[in-house]
């Protein structure tokens, strides 16, 4: 069943990789976040904690309900345009995932201590996750696409968390689900603001401060 | 209990000034309270120097030497900015820039920008200490883009984008940490306290690849080079009292963080591995500022690129090592905040007199502000590092680290970069405070609240500085007490 999940998780951050427009990349999103839900949803199960229970169910009010429907909202609200603007092509990206799965695999089984080889397979999920969220800021022209990096690369360090040291303590993680809800909705604010200034969210041609 | 009062003064303002009608009132209450916020922190930190302190909320709170020095010079450049902030907003609000909501709502965000910077040293869980850190990017945002230009928003957007990244790798830092202590089988805890008793039977590894991430993560706040891109933008664009806490204060409070793994680090891995780091990152952000402080055009961009300056002697300092290196870096730490501090608020009345950030379109700054322009002068020669002012000393101190140390390359490089720095600031501001006024600029009045502020700031520079000569036996003293903390 993990393993189903895990793939699950996989599958849905190639398909951020590959999207084109903002809709889709939107809905990739809300599907890492869904089998990152069913994974905690999971592992509350096996352990019998009431606060794992709790962090899944919150996981899943802000992260598949809340906020993909604020972005989608956000996006009819604005009328941007839906390309996200590609520096890099989805093939190439595509290169650049698979390259990215493989040395966050190289890494894990460097960086966790166990005898068991497999072990590493969930944490080396979760760095691969982290780089895909990173490279998606980088190699995407709008600041959409920079908000969901940032989500992707968060919900990686959420994975990695609730594996390698048996998750947060329980207030730290309701502070960093806080923590980042309240900061989409800040971004969302400044690309609204960003979108009247300019007339547009191509993050590459904010250029005026320069030296 | 003063840690208490002092946390909770600006979150009661934060809220006074958002109801409150008459916003002049409101500015002067807030510079009030932060003087209280001042007298309690000295309190702390004379409680926490002399006698151990631990505060302990359900071991949420923890409070050591360490901490009580950070919310000290936190206390003070937030009195000064506070009173600063008065006659500043005020003028805002009579040239129509702001209006008398938005000066409201100034000085909410001013409080809770304020609150989430003195709970970072308060906190002892360090996953919360990384929501703290992500709190003040969140809240100073706002304030970098409050003037809702094309710039200031721009700034705004790289500020919160590229700290967010930074902040993120932080996090993953801070996971491996806690991994580190899972996988010793002790407990499961993200407490300070908890982690740093066991420091040395964790895995080296992992701490080792833990604190990379911590260090370029809390870096990027930090303002250390290569991860500075936002430094200039966001300082430059800000208001002009926070561009004073954002280089006083909080990129301090990010050394604070990558401090408290540090010690961490250095009991678990030693001191090598954490010194050289330091150094490194020290070392680039030395030379990559000094060159553009030289070639700079904007007067409060040439100031922030002189605060990634400080940060990376700051970083060389600790990287250098107790006990000399290690007070000299706190020593500087408290120095550059009160000098940069006064540094921008005199180019922010010489920037509202001549409008215009431009160093070329600053000619005469003496003729029209008298008062700012000698503090000006004053403050330049006290961040270049003259005597007898307080950087002076806390410069030195590193210096003699490093050549105790046996880095002489260190030592060299300070030394050249310290000269083109003190080379480009004379140069500019030589061409700033003397000369003639252009013509149709008319020297206007110098607000009372920004001379108080003025001297609030000059106080400790001089004081600092003439004292601590005599003084050298109490300051190891006391860095031997802070570096046991």
């Known amino acids: 069943m993990q393993a189903i999940i895990l793939f699950g998780v996989l599958i849905s951050t190639y398909l951020?990789?590959?999207?084109?427009?903002?809709?889709?990349?939107?809905?990739?999103?809300?599907?890492?976040?869904?089998?990152?839900?069913?994974?905690?949803?999971?592992?509350?199960?096996?352990?019998?904690?009431?606060?794992?229970?709790?962090?899944?169910?919150?996981?899943?009010?802000?992260?598949?309900?809340a906020i993909p429907r604020y972005l989608y909202r956000f996006l009819n609200?604005?009328?941007?345009?839906?390309?996200?603007?590609?520096?890099?092509?989805t093939q190439l990206s595509l290169l650049f995932a698979l390259g990215f799965t493989y040395l966050a695999w190289v890494f894990a089984r460097r960086l966790i201590v166990s005898d068991y080889a497999l072990a590493a397979i969930v944490p080396a999920a979760a760095f691969f996750m982290v780089l895909i969220g990173i490279f998606l800021m980088i190699f995407r022209m709008t600041a959409l696409a920079q908000i969901i990096g940032l989500l992707a690369a968060e919900n990686g360090l959420f994975l990695l968390a609730s594996t390698v040291s048996g998750g947060m303590p329980f207030f730290v993680e309701i502070a960093i689900f806080f923590d980042v809800f309240v900061s989409v909705i800040i971004m969302g604010f400044?690309?609204?603001?960003?979108?009247?200034?300019?007339?547009?969210?191509?993050?590459?041609?904010?250029?005026r401060l320069r030296g | 209990m003063e840690i208490l009062f002092i946390l909770g003064a600006p979150l009661i303002l934060a809220i006074l000034a958002f109801v409150m009608k008459n916003k002049k009132a409101a500015g002067i209450i807030n510079a009030i309270s932060y003087f209280a916020v001042l007298s309690c922190a000295l309190l702390l930190l004379k409680r926490c120097v002399l006698s151990e302190c631990r505060v302990s909320f359900f071991g949420f709170i923890y409070l050591d030497a360490l901490s009580?020095?950070?919310?000290?010079?936190?206390?003070?450049?937030?009195?000064?900015?506070?009173?600063?902030?008065?006659?500043?907003?005020?003028?805002?609000?009579?040239?129509?820039?702001?209006s008398g909501r938005r000066a409201g709502i100034y000085y909410s965000l001013f409080n809770l920008f304020c609150f989430s910077m003195f709970l970072v040293p308060a906190l002892n869980n360090l996953g919360m200490l990384w929501v703290a850190i992500e709190m003040t990017t969140l809240i100073?945002?706002?304030?970098?883009?409050?003037?809702?230009?094309?710039?200031?928003?721009?700034?705004?957007?790289?500020?919160?984008?590229?700290?967010?990244?930074?902040?993120?790798?932080?996090?993953?830092?801070?996971?491996?940490?806690?991994?580190?202590?899972?996988?010793?089988?002790?407990?499961?805890?993200?407490?300070w306290t908890d982690i740093a008793q066991v420091a040395h039977i964790l895995d080296k590894n992992i701490l080792k690849i833990a604190f990379i991430?911590?260090?370029?993560?809390?870096?990027?706040?930090?303002?250390?080079?290569?991860?500075?891109?936002?430094?200039?933008?966001?300082?430059?664009?800000?208001?002009?009292?926070?561009?004073?806490?954002?280089?006083?204060?909080?990129?301090?409070?990010?050394?604070?963080?990558?401090?408290?793994?540090?010690?961490?680090?250095?009991?678990?891995?030693?001191?090598?591995?954490?010194?050289?780091?330091?150094?490194?990152?020290?070392?680039?952000?030395?030379?990559?500022?000094?060159?553009?402080?030289?070639?700079?055009?904007?007067?409060?961009?040439?100031?922030a690129y002189s605060s990634i300056e400080h940060v990376g002697i700051i970083s060389i300092g600790f990287g250098l090592g107790a006990p000399l290196g290690f007070i000299g870096a706190l020593l500087h730490i408290f120095n550059h905040a009160v000098t940069k501090s006064l540094m921008f608020?005199?180019?922010?009345?010489?920037i509202s007199v001549y409008k215009k950030h431009n160093i070329n379109a600053i000619r005469g700054v003496m003729k029209a502000l008298p008062f700012a322009g000698v503090m000006m002068l004053l403050g330049v020669f006290a961040l270049t590092g003259f005597p007898p002012f307080s950087i002076f000393i806390s410069e030195i101190l590193i210096i003699i680290a490093a050549f105790l140390n046996g880095s002489y390359f260190v030592a060299g490089l300070l030394l050249i970069?310290?000269?083109?720095?003190?080379?480009?600031?004379?140069?500019?501001?030589?061409?700033?405070?003397?000369?003639?006024?252009?013509?149709?600029?008319?020297?206007?009045?110098?607000?009372?609240?920004?001379?108080?502020?003025?001297?609030?700031?000059?106080?400790?520079?001089?004081?600092?500085?003439?004292?601590?000569?005599?003084?050298?036996?109490?300051?190891?003293?006391?860095?031997?007490?802070?570096?046991?903390?």
């Not at chain 2, 608020?345 to 010489?350: L, P, R, V």
């Open chain 2, 140 to 191: 100073s945002a706002f304030l970098v883009g409050f003037y809702n230009t094309k710039k200031s928003v721009e700034a705004a957007w790289k500020y919160i984008i590229i700290c967010s990244v930074g902040i993120i790798l932080a996090l993953l830092g801070t996971i491996l940490f806690s991994y580190a202590f899972a996988v010793s089988g002790v407990a499961k805890s993200l407490n």
């Open chain 1, 77 to 89: 609200k604005i009328k941007a345009n839906e390309d996200l603007g590609l520096f890099i092509n």
């Open chain 1, 16 to 65: 951020m990789v590959i999207a084109k427009r903002s809709t889709s990349l939107i809905r990739a999103f809300r599907y890492q976040s869904f089998c990152l839900f069913l994974a905690t949803l999971i592992i509350a199960f096996n352990e019998k904690q009431l606060d794992l229970y709790i962090v899944a169910g919150l996981l899943f009010v802000i992260k598949v309900l």
């Open chain 2, 417 to 485: 970069c310290l000269g083109i720095v003190f080379g480009a600031f004379i140069y500019h501001f030589g061409k700033m405070l003397f000369g003639n006024l252009p013509k149709g600029i008319i020297p206007a009045g110098e607000q009372l609240s920004a001379k108080f502020a003025y001297l609030v700031l000059l106080f400790p520079i001089l004081a600092l500085g003439i004292v601590l000569v005599f003084k050298q036996k109490d300051l190891i003293w006391i860095a031997q007490k802070l570096f046991q903390g």
């Open chain 1, 190 to 207: 400044f690309i609204y603001r960003i979108n009247k200034l300019f007339t547009h969210i191509d993050v590459n041609k904010l250029s």
């Open chain 2, 68 to 98: 009580a020095f950070f919310i000290f010079t936190a206390s003070v450049v937030t009195f000064a900015a506070a009173l600063y902030s008065i006659g500043y907003v005020n003028k805002d609000v009579k040239e129509g820039v702001i």
């Open chain 2, 345 to 350: 608020f005199t180019a922010a009345d010489a």
């Open chain 2, 213 to 303: 991430f911590i260090l370029v993560g809390y870096g990027t706040k930090a303002g250390l080079a290569p991860m500075h891109t936002w430094l200039p933008d966001a300082h430059s664009q800000a208001v002009s009292p926070i561009s004073a806490l954002l280089s006083g204060v909080l990129l301090k409070m990010a050394l604070y963080a990558i401090l408290r793994f540090g010690f961490i680090i250095i009991k678990g891995v030693g001191f090598e591995y954490f010194g050289n780091l330091m150094l490194l990152l020290g070392v680039i952000s030395l030379v990559i500022s000094s060159g553009f402080v030289l070639v700079q055009k904007d007067l409060k961009r040439l100031l």
